[in-house]
C-alpha cells in the first residue's frame, strides 16, 4: 500500500485552529466589550466609567424628564387655612432613558424653586430646596414627590423650576402657571318674601343648588310665612322641613328677611298709625269729585270702613298692587317697634328650631343707623341690606344705601351706615353687592362678579366676597338667569384647580372675616 505524505493534512489541522482560535478571540472581546458599557460603577464620578457612560448625555439631557407637575396649580392662603392647605406638592418624573445615567435611584438630587414670574430678582418672592431623599415614592415610575410650604411667599404667579443632577450633569425642567391667591368667596342669598313657594320651584333650586358644586345656600326668612292664613297648613310645614333638612345636612345657613306684613305687626303686638280722620275725609272726597263716575246724581258718602289699608295707615310704602303690607318700608318705625319686631321674629323661629337668626336683610333693602342698631342690640352680627344707591318700588322711594359696586364687608360707622370709619358698628356688613336675578340680566351679574374680582383669572391680593341675592317665590325669573351666572363662575372653582372661588353661605362668611 501507498502511503502519502502528511504535509496536506496538517496543513489543514493548522488552520482549522486558526479560526478557531480567531472566533473565540473574537467572541470573548465582544462579550467583554458588552459588559464594560452595561457595569454599573461603584463610583459615578469615576473618569474612566463617565467617559464611557455619559457618552451621549448633552444629545440626550432634554429627553430625561417626562413630567415635572404641581398637585393644585392654585394655592389659597388666608388664616381660615390649615397649613397642609398651603403645601404644594411638586411632581417630577423621569424618563427611562435617565436609568444609564445614574447608579441608584435614591442617589438622585432634585432641586426645585418656586419663582415669581413677574419679578424673578426679588428673593422674597422665591423658595428654594432640595428634595428630600425620602421623596421617591414609585421606583419602577421614577417618580418623585416634594411637600412645599408656600406661605412664605406672597401673591402671584408662579414657575417651578427643577434641576435633576447627574453624574454626567444636570437635566432641567419646568411648570408654569402657579397661582397663589387669596380665596374669592360667592354666596348665594334666597330672599323668603312671605308668600307661598311652589314645590317645583324648591326642586329646582335643589337641582341647581346641587349642580353648581351643592352651593350652600344663605336663606333669609320672612316670618309671615308660617303665621299667613293664606298658605295651607300643611305647606307651611313642608317649607319648614325642606329648610331645616338643608340647615342640618347641606350647610345652608337661615337668616331673618323682613318685610312689615299687617300679619307680621299684629303678631309682633305693634300699633299701626292711622291718618287723622278729617285729613282722610277732606282727601276722600277731593278724589271723588276729580273721579267720573257713571252717573252725576250718585251721591257719594265717606266710609272709613271700606278704605284700603294704604288710605287709611299714616305709613310710607314703596307701591306695589298688594294691600298686604309687602311694600311698607321698614324705616317707617323707630327703635322701639323694630326692637319688639325683631324680639318676636326671634322667638318664633326658634319655635319654628331654626336657631338664633345671625344674617339679616331688609325687604326693598329699606335700613337706616336705627335698623342696623336694634339688629345688633339683639345679637344679629349680619346684615346684607348695603347696596348701591337706588329708588325702589311704583312710587320712586329712595333708599338709604350709598355703596359702590366693590365695597367689601365692614362694620358700619354708628352714624353713617355708608362709611367704615370709626366709631364702628359691632355688627357686619356684607354689602349685596352681586345685585339680585329679578331685577338683573345674568350678563349685568356676571360684570358684577369680574368687577369685584378685578382681574379675572390673576391673583387676589386680599379676600374677596360677591353676595347674589335670588327669590324663591318667584324662580321661575330667577331660574335661567343664576344658572348662566353660575355656569361662569364655576368655571374658576377652586374644587376644580381652575382658580380662588369658593362658595359658601353668609353665616361661615362671617366666621371667616372675624376670625382670621
Same mark, same amino acid.
Given at each position: 500500500?501507498?502511503?502519502?505524505?502528511?504535509?496536506?493534512?496538517?496543513?489543514?489541522?493548522?488552520?482549522?485552529?486558526?479560526?478557531?482560535?480567531?472566533?473565540?478571540?473574537?467572541?470573548?472581546?465582544? +462579550?467583554?466589550?458588552?459588559?464594560?458599557?452595561?457595569?454599573?460603577?461603584?463610583?459615578?464620578?469615576?473618569?474612566?466609567?463617565?467617559?464611557?457612560?455619559?457618552?451621549?448625555?448633552?444629545?440626550?439631557?432634554?429627553?430625561?424628564? =417626562?413630567?415635572?407637575?404641581?398637585?393644585?396649580?392654585?394655592?389659597? %392662603?388666608g388664616d381660615e387655612f390649615a397649613e397642609e392647605e398651603k403645601q404644594v406638592i411638586l411632581k417630577v418624573k423621569l424618563g427611562s432613558k435617565a436609568k444609564r445615567y445614574f447608579d441608584r435611584p435614591d442617589s438622585i438630587k432634585i432641586f426645585y424653586e418656586l419663582v415669581n414670574t413677574e419679578n424673578e430678582q426679588l428673593t422674597n418672592n422665591v423658595v428654594s430646596g432640595y *428634595?428630600?431623599?425620602?421623596?421617591?415614592?414609585?421606583?419602577?415610575?421614577?417618580?418623585?414627590?416634594?411637600?412645599?410650604?408656600?406661605?412664605?411667599?406672597?401673591?402671584?404667579?408662579?414657575?417651578?423650576? %427643577?434641576?435633576?443632577?447627574?453624574?454626567?450633569?444636570?437635566?432641567?425642567?419646568?411648570?408654569?402657571?402657579?397661582?397663589?391667591?387669596?380665596?374669592?368667596?360667592?354666596?348665594?342669598? *334666597?330672599?323668603?318674601?312671605?308668600? /307661598?313657594?311652589?314645590?317645583?320651584?324648591?326642586?329646582?333650586?335643589?337641582?341647581?343648588?346641587?349642580?353648581?358644586? /351643592?352651593?350652600?345656600?344663605?336663606?333669609?326668612?320672612?316670618?309671615?310665612?308660617?303665621? $299667613?292664613?293664606?298658605?295651607?297648613?300643611?305647606?307651611?310645614?313642608?317649607?319648614?322641613?325642606?329648610?331645616?333638612?338643608?340647615?342640618?345636612?347641606?350647610?345652608?345657613?337661615?337668616?331673618?328677611?323682613?318685610?312689615?306684613?299687617?300679619?307680621?305687626?299684629?303678631?309682633?303686638?305693634?300699633?299701626?298709625?292711622?291718618?287723622?280722620?278729617?285729613?282722610?275725609?277732606?282727601? *276722600?272726597?277731593?278724589?271723588?269729585?276729580?273721579?267720573?263716575?257713571?252717573?252725576?246724581?250718585?251721591?257719594?258718602? *265717606? =266710609?272709613?270702613?271700606?278704605?284700603?289699608?294704604?288710605?287709611?295707615?299714616?305709613?310710607?310704602?314703596?307701591?306695589?298692587?298688594?294691600?298686604?303690607?309687602? =311694600?311698607?318700608?321698614?324705616?317707617? &318705625?323707630?327703635?322701639?317697634?323694630?326692637?319688639?319686631?325683631?324680639?318676636?321674629?326671634?322667638?318664633?323661629?326658634?319655635?319654628?328650631?331654626?336657631? $338664633?337668626?345671625?344674617?339679616?336683610?331688609?325687604?326693598?333693602?329699606?335700613?337706616?343707623?336705627?335698623? +342696623?342698631?336694634?339688629?345688633?342690640?339683639?345679637?344679629?352680627?349680619?346684615?346684607?341690606?348695603?347696596?348701591?344707591?337706588? /329708588? &325702589?318700588?311704583?312710587?320712586?322711594?329712595?333708599?338709604?344705601? =350709598?355703596?359702590?359696586?366693590?365695597?367689601?364687608?365692614?362694620? @358700619?360707622?354708628?352714624?353713617?351706615?355708608?362709611?367704615?370709619?370709626?366709631?364702628?358698628?359691632?355688627?357686619?356688613?356684607? @354689602?349685596?353687592?352681586?345685585?339680585?336675578?329679578?331685577?338683573?340680566?345674568?350678563?349685568?351679574?356676571?360684570?358684577?362678579?369680574?368687577?369685584?374680582?378685578?382681574?379675572?383669572?390673576?391673583?387676589?391680593?386680599?379676600?374677596?366676597?360677591?353676595? &347674589?341675592?335670588?327669590? @324663591?317665590?318667584?324662580?321661575?325669573?330667577?331660574?335661567?338667569?343664576?344658572?348662566?351666572?353660575?355656569?361662569?363662575?364655576?368655571?374658576? +372653582?377652586?374644587?376644580?384647580?381652575?382658580?380662588?372661588?369658593?362658595?359658601?353661605?353668609?353665616?361661615?362668611?362671617? /366666621? %371667616?372675616?372675624?376670625?382670621s
Open positions: 500500500m501507498i502511503k502519502w505524505p502528511l504535509f496536506g493534512r496538517e496543513r489543514r489541522s493548522r488552520r482549522f485552529w486558526h479560526v478557531l482560535a480567531g472566533l473565540t478571540l473574537f467572541l470573548v472581546c465582544s +462579550l467583554f466589550v458588552i459588559f464594560f458599557l452595561h457595569i454599573k460603577s461603584e463610583n459615578p464620578n469615576d473618569l474612566f466609567f463617565k467617559d464611557w457612560t455619559c457618552n451621549n448625555f448633552e444629545n440626550k439631557r432634554n429627553e430625561l424628564i =417626562d413630567l415635572v407637575e404641581p398637585d393644585k396649580k392654585w394655592i389659597l %392662603i *428634595f428630600a431623599t425620602s421623596s421617591l415614592i414609585n421606583v419602577g415610575e421614577l417618580l418623585f414627590e416634594e411637600k412645599i410650604n408656600v406661605t412664605s411667599l406672597p401673591v402671584g404667579k408662579y414657575k417651578a423650576n %427643577i434641576k435633576v443632577e447627574f453624574a454626567c450633569g444636570q437635566s432641567l425642567g419646568f411648570y408654569e402657571h402657579i397661582f397663589i391667591s387669596y380665596p374669592l368667596y360667592v354666596a348665594w342669598s *334666597f330672599d323668603w318674601e312671605g308668600y /307661598n313657594v311652589k314645590n317645583e320651584y324648591l326642586e329646582k333650586i335643589d337641582a341647581l343648588s346641587e349642580k353648581h358644586d /351643592n352651593f350652600p345656600l344663605s336663606h333669609l326668612i320672612n316670618p309671615r310665612l308660617f303665621i $299667613t292664613k293664606t298658605i295651607p297648613q300643611a305647606q307651611r310645614d313642608h317649607i319648614r322641613d325642606w329648610l331645616l333638612e338643608r340647615k342640618t345636612n347641606k350647610g345652608h345657613s337661615l337668616g331673618l328677611h323682613l318685610h312689615m306684613f299687617y300679619e307680621n305687626l299684629k303678631a309682633a303686638h305693634i300699633d299701626i298709625p292711622e291718618k287723622d280722620l278729617a285729613d282722610l275725609e277732606l282727601d *276722600f272726597y277731593a278724589l271723588a269729585e276729580n273721579s267720573v263716575t257713571s252717573s252725576p246724581s250718585t251721591t257719594v258718602i *265717606f =266710609d272709613k270702613s271700606k278704605l284700603k289699608k294704604k288710605q287709611l295707615y299714616d305709613l310710607t310704602y314703596w307701591g306695589f298692587p298688594y294691600d298686604d303690607g309687602y =311694600d311698607i318700608l321698614v324705616t317707617n &318705625f323707630g327703635y322701639r317697634e323694630l326692637d319688639k319686631m325683631v324680639k318676636w321674629s326671634k322667638i318664633f323661629f326658634k319655635n319654628l328650631g331654626f336657631g $338664633t337668626p345671625p344674617p339679616y336683610r331688609s325687604g326693598g333693602w329699606f335700613e337706616a343707623v336705627t335698623t +342696623l342698631k336694634v339688629l345688633q342690640d339683639n345679637g344679629f352680627t349680619v346684615d346684607t341690606s348695603g347696596r348701591t344707591k337706588y /329708588n &325702589f318700588g311704583i312710587n320712586k322711594i329712595p333708599g338709604f344705601w =350709598d355703596l359702590s359696586i366693590t365695597s367689601q364687608p365692614y362694620q @358700619p360707622n354708628t352714624q353713617d351706615q355708608n362709611s367704615a370709619r370709626a366709631p364702628n358698628m359691632k355688627i357686619w356688613e356684607f @354689602p349685596n353687592n352681586g345685585g339680585d336675578s329679578w331685577w338683573y340680566t345674568a350678563e349685568q351679574m356676571i360684570e358684577r362678579f369680574n368687577s369685584n374680582w378685578g382681574v379675572v383669572g390673576e391673583p387676589l391680593e386680599k379676600r374677596t366676597v360677591v353676595v &347674589f341675592l335670588s327669590h @324663591p317665590d318667584w324662580f321661575h325669573v330667577d331660574e335661567s338667569k343664576v344658572d348662566e351666572l353660575f355656569n361662569y363662575t364655576d368655571v374658576y +372653582l377652586n374644587s376644580r384647580d381652575s382658580g380662588p372661588v369658593l362658595y359658601k353661605n353668609l353665616e361661615d362668611m362671617y /366666621n %371667616i372675616w372675624t376670625h
